[in-house]
């Protein structure tokens, strides 16, 4: 599958998908039932370089709370102020790496992840500019660095395994790629992006 038609199934293809059953159970033992989710949303920014387009990802810093030194997509906790999920993504991508995007470069969404640490995140795909500036705030991001879309969203690079936890076993995913293990949320993302693609 060439690039340009990849683009174009992950913008027209309707979402049929959802996360696999695995994690949801994972989320239920973690959490109390009626647990009420905080809102969150992150971006999936998509820049085209002479390779073919790439995706760009961050290494969170390393002294935070959640998901310290994680691979992971910008973004993070609504805000009332935001109104919307959408400004959450774009305001916390432009304050944690100095990306500028606009509401008018989204492409689409993927279904809201629910996660161990008591958010729900909304995730939104966008392209960037080729040109984009990086201001990297140290209090939230370790580093940036860009993923070929081709090589992220391709099933036989992303690994699954089962893993035991609190007495019962689930499916976690993984993608390794150079000296960078993406698991976790953003792995369940990249997923579910590639079953959409691929199915």
């Not at 039932?33 to 390393?62: E, S």
């Not at 310290?68 to 790496?97: C, N, S, V, W």
Request: hydrophobic residues 40%.
């Amino acid at each position: 599958m060439n690039e340009n038609h990849l683009l174009n199934k992950l913008v027209l293809t309707p979402l049929i998908q959802d996360y696999n059953a695995s994690h949801r159970a994972r989320i239920s033992q973690h959490l109390p039932p009626n647990y009420q989710f905080k809102q969150a949303a992150v971006l999936i920014p998509l820049v085209k370089r002479p390779q073919g387009w790439q995706v760009i990802l961050t290494q969170r810093a390393r002294h935070l709370k959640h998901h310290p030194g994680q691979i992971a997509f910008p973004g993070g906790r609504f805000e009332p102020e935001d109104g919307d999920l959408m400004t959450t993504a774009l305001r916390e991508t432009k304050e944690e790496t100095g990306i500028d995007c606009t509401k008018g470069q989204i492409l689409g969404r993927l279904p809201a992840l629910e996660t161990v640490s008591g958010y729900r995140v909304t995730p939104f795909f966008s392209t960037v500019m080729e040109n984009y500036q990086v201001k990297i705030d140290p209090n939230e991001v370790a580093e940036i660095f860009e993923v070929p879309i081709k090589f992220l969203l391709n099933p036989v690079n992303i690994k699954s395994q089962k893993s035991l936890i609190k007495g019962e076993y689930h499916t976690i995913y993984a993608i390794p790629f150079s000296h960078y293990s993406i698991w976790g949320a953003t792995a369940q993302m990249i997923k579910l992006l590639s079953d959409q693609i691929w199915d």
